[in-house]
T-cell receptor
Framework: ETGVTQTPRHLVMGMTNKKSLKCEQHLGHNAMYWYKQSAKKPLELMFVYNFKEQTENNSVPSRFSPECPNSSHLFLHLHTLQPEDSALYLC??????????????FGDGTRLSIL | SQQGEEDPQALSIQEGENATMNCSYKTSINNLQWYRQNSGRGLVHLILIRSNEREKHSGRLRVTLDTSKKSSSLLITASRAADTASYFCATGIFTGANSKLTFGKGITLSVRP
């Protein structure tokens, strides 16, 4: 049990579908992150939320829309994705907040495949 | 630009041997962290070493940091088949209001029984 839970674990969708990824952390952490992991590439930071406020959008296309209703939940809304968006999407949280580069705790990810 | 770069990209050893993995980076850092990722799972934090520390131990793990050479190494002693995984280094930097944790591409470690 990692303390960070992501659902669904696998998702297959067409390019015109709308779906959402969910992340929940049970650790009482103050910052939450979305990452994209593609084969043979470094982990790409997408969004950062610090105390529920978005503090970083790393030039992510608008077809990805994050939402953080409270400090325990994070969503990634997906719309009109492209085949190159197929990847493992990882959620992470950190205790100290986004202003300190401390250890991050990751969920097991959602494996997304775009048809 | 990529901050942490691991070396080698892949490593295959026999159970019981030691595994050494290296990480180099380009700019000044506040800390350096190592993570492990098993197949189909998320990353797990292993160890953090601060920029003013030179060596740190945790169980069978030993991490060194040389800020003059901008490099770090992770040593796993007496490896086990269960150590088979990908290992990532990540550099932690303060950027003012925010901080940045930048990951490398990872090293694939295979431990043969």
């Amino acid at each position: 049990e990692t303390g960070v839970t992501q659902t669904p674990r696998h998702l297959v969708m067409g390019m015109t579908n709308k779906k959402s990824l969910k992340c929940e952390q049970h650790l009482g952490h103050n910052a939450m992150y979305w990452y994209k992991q593609s084969a043979k590439k470094p982990l790409e930071l997408m969004f950062v939320y610090n105390f529920k406020e978005q503090t970083e959008n790393n030039s992510v296309p608008s077809r990805f829309s994050p939402e953080c209703p409270n400090s325990s939940h994070l969503f990634l809304h997906l719309h009109t994705l492209q085949p190159e968006d197929s990847a493992l999407y990882l959620c992470a949280s950190s205790q100290e907040g986004a202003s300190f580069p401390g250890p991050q705790h990751f969920g097991d990810g959602t494996r997304l495949s775009i048809l | 630009s990529q901050q942490g770069e691991e070396d080698p990209q892949a490593l295959s050893i026999q159970e019981g041997e030691n595994a050494t993995m290296n990480c180099s980076y380009k700019t000044s850092i506040n800390n350096l962290q190592w993570y492990r990722q098993n197949s189909g799972r998320g990353l797990v934090h292993l160890i953090l070493i601060r920029s003013n520390e030179r060596e740190k131990h945790s169980g069978r793990l030993r991490v060194t940091l040389d800020t003059s050479k901008k490099s770090s190494s992770l040593l796993i002693t007496a490896s086990r088949a269960a150590d088979t995984a990908s290992y990532f280094c990540a550099t932690g930097i303060f950027t003012g209001a925010n901080s940045k944790l930048t990951f490398g591409k990872g090293i694939t470690l295979s431990v043969r029984p």
